[in-house]
């Protein structure tokens, strides 16, 4: 997510995020699910007879795009943050309002500027960033001033509720960031196959809005710019001791 510079180059991050599926504000009794604990450190809730599913990091990703700004912008870089290790999991009931998810993303295993990343984010992501450059700018983004890593260890994101269709969801998600929690809507595309859920789409998110001030030099004439974009493609499989919660 949120970031800052390193060097003659803007180092930025921000979070990313968001999930599979649908969602919901559910009425009446639930179950819950022993892992991984919501942020609040409760085991989740999850509606009567719906199916759970784990998040499978393996065959999820998630990219942050972070852009230069100010009068010298052209002196700086753009940015391409991917996650790793993402946790989680997504219950599916018999609608949209008996369904939903919860995803965890540790900060720390933000990797930046990785060069396949890179390549697919288009070609205002050019060429590949030295390894010194990229180390820099991880250490940078996980200081206290930045995403404070040692304080708030992982990115939450949960489900609030959801219109539309499972196919074509209009997601309201909260995601907690440096300890400040703010929902946005998500557009997501949710395929179903078998024992398997992936979800797809894309969304903005302003730094300011989590309380970063975005990192600028020179007066503004480099600068990092507030909005960055998050797209993200979330893989999860049925979970063997839980298909169902009685």
Same mark, same amino acid.
């Given at each position: 997510?949120?970031?800052?510079?390193a060097?003659a %180059?803007i180092r930025a991050? %921000?979070?990313?995020?968001?999930a599979a599926?649908?969602?919901?504000? !559910?009425?009446?009794?639930?179950? @819950?699910? #022993?892992?991984?604990?919501?942020?609040a450190?409760a $085991?989740?809730?999850?509606p009567?007879?719906?199916r759970?599913?784990?998040?499978?990091?393996?065959?999820?990703?998630?990219? !942050?795009l !972070?852009?230069?700004?100010?009068?010298?912008?052209?002196?700086?870089?753009?940015?391409? *943050?991917? %996650?790793?290790?993402?946790?989680?999991?997504v219950?599916l009931?018999?609608? $949209?309002? #008996? &369904?939903?998810?919860?995803?965890?993303?540790p900060?720390?295993?933000?990797?930046? /500027? /990785?060069p396949?990343?890179?390549?697919?984010?288009?070609? =205002?992501?050019?060429?590949e960033?030295?390894d /010194?450059a990229?180390?820099?700018?991880?250490?940078?983004m996980?200081?206290? =001033?930045?995403?404070d890593?040692?304080?708030?260890?992982?990115?939450?994101?949960? #489900?609030?509720?959801? @219109? +539309?269709?499972w196919?074509?969801?209009?997601?309201?998600?909260?995601?907690?960031l440096? +300890?400040? =929690?703010r929902?946005?809507?998500?557009?997501?595309?949710?395929?179903? $196959?078998?024992?398997?859920?992936?979800?797809?789409?894309a969304?903005?998110?302003?730094?300011? /809005?989590?309380?970063?001030?975005?990192? &600028?030099?020179?007066?503004?004439?480099?600068?990092?710019a507030? *909005?960055i974009?998050? #797209?993200?493609?979330?893989?999860?499989?049925?979970s063997?001791?839980?298909?169902?919660?009685?």
């Amino acid at each position: 997510m949120l970031t800052h510079l390193a060097g003659a %180059s803007i180092r930025a991050v %921000s979070v990313l995020v968001a999930a599979a599926a649908l969602a919901g504000c !559910v009425a009446g009794r639930v179950e @819950t699910v #022993s892992t991984p604990e919501s942020a609040a450190g409760a $085991a989740i809730a999850v509606p009567p007879g719906a199916r759970v599913f784990s998040i499978d990091p393996a065959a999820t990703s998630i990219t !942050v795009l !972070v852009y230069r700004a100010g009068p010298m912008a052209r002196l700086g870089h753009n940015h391409a *943050i991917t %996650s790793g290790d993402e946790t989680g999991v997504v219950w599916l009931g018999a609608a $949209a309002a #008996s &369904s939903g998810f919860e995803i965890h993303v540790p900060v720390a295993a933000f990797v930046v /500027d /990785d060069p396949q990343a890179r390549a697919a984010s288009g070609p =205002e992501f050019p060429g590949e960033v030295p390894d /010194d450059a990229r180390a820099g700018t991880t250490a940078n983004m996980l200081r206290t =001033e930045v995403l404070d890593a040692a304080h708030y260890p992982e990115v939450v994101v949960r #489900s609030v509720a959801a @219109t +539309g269709t499972w196919q074509q969801a209009v997601l309201q998600a909260s995601v907690r960031l440096k +300890g400040v =929690e703010r929902q946005v809507e998500v557009p997501v595309a949710l395929t179903v $196959a078998g024992d398997t859920v992936e979800a797809t789409g894309a969304f903005e998110l302003r730094q300011t /809005d989590f309380g970063i001030t975005p990192f &600028s030099v020179g007066g503004g004439a480099i600068q990092v710019a507030d *909005i960055i974009k998050v #797209s993200f493609k979330i893989a999860a499989v049925l979970s063997p001791a839980a298909d169902k919660v009685k």
